[in-house]
């Protein structure tokens, strides 16, 4: 089985994604941050269109706490802060399927479904 690697570069992130997205919504206010929900995902399309998107919402005033997995990329502001306030938070390795046990998983379900 070939080694597993990100389809683009760190750099290539930081550059062309990362810093287009935080330079076009710097001036957001916290109450528009409040109905973003940030999720991770696989998709698997074996017949039909790939064009449809799907959207989850959690009943209103449910508690959401996607910072208990931050990613290793969170700015030393967002770290300090959860810090300070005494929020644990798991730490993740950026893009490092090997180790992450689920994408194994992910690779296998893909495989057995092509």
Known sequence: MAKKHPMISSREIKEDLQLPFAKEHIDWPKEKW??????????????GSKGHRQFVRRPINTEFKP????TPNTSKWATSWYQTNKIDVM????????LNPIENLWSDIKNAAF
């Open 34 to 47: 409040r109905n973003i929900l940030w999720t991770d995902e696989s998709k698997i399309v074996l017949i």
């Open 67 to 70: 910072h208990r997995t931050m």
């Open 91 to 98: 730490k993740w390795p950026a893009q490092s399927p090997d």
